[in-house]
């Protein structure tokens, strides 16, 4: 097990492309074959988070590799807000579970990543 990955970034756009390259390392050294879902759904949690945070806010990001797994977790410090369906929907698509709750500082998103579901007919 590895010891779990921090980093703090402005809540601004231009965090976005920061956070995905910083679970492209963390990715790529722990779990190569969950790289391209691990960019995609922090690109898609850090659009909403930075949507959510106010103006100088910052976003709070930890990746734990555990096993065949990645698990990534977003705070902010801003208001409820949900995802809308279509952003809700390309971060289900990859994620095997995730959570969101409200906490005493903000808020708290939690995905985990694995390999492809085998889709059956």
């Given at each position: 097990m590895h010891e779990p990955f921090t980093q703090s970034l402005p809540g601004a756009d231009t965090s976005i492309r920061g956070a995905q390259e910083w679970i492209r390392?963390?990715?790529s050294t722990t779990?190569?074959?969950?790289?391209?879902?691990?960019?995609?759904?922090?690109?898609q949690l850090m659009a909403i988070a930075v949507r959510r945070t106010p103006p100088g806010g910052t976003v709070h990001l930890k990746a734990t590799p555990v096993g065949d797994r990645l698990t990534i977790e977003i705070r902010d410090p801003g208001r409820p807000n949900e995802p809308d369906a279509d952003e809700w929907a390309s971060v289900s698509c990859l994620a095997w579970s995730?959570?969101?709750?409200?906490t005493a500082a903000g808020h708290l998103?939690?995905?985990e990543i694995r390999g492809r579901r085998a889709v059956t007919a």
């Open positions: 390392s963390i990715a779990h190569p074959g969950l790289v391209r879902d691990a960019v995609d759904v922090i690109g995730a959570r969101c709750c409200r998103t939690e995905v």
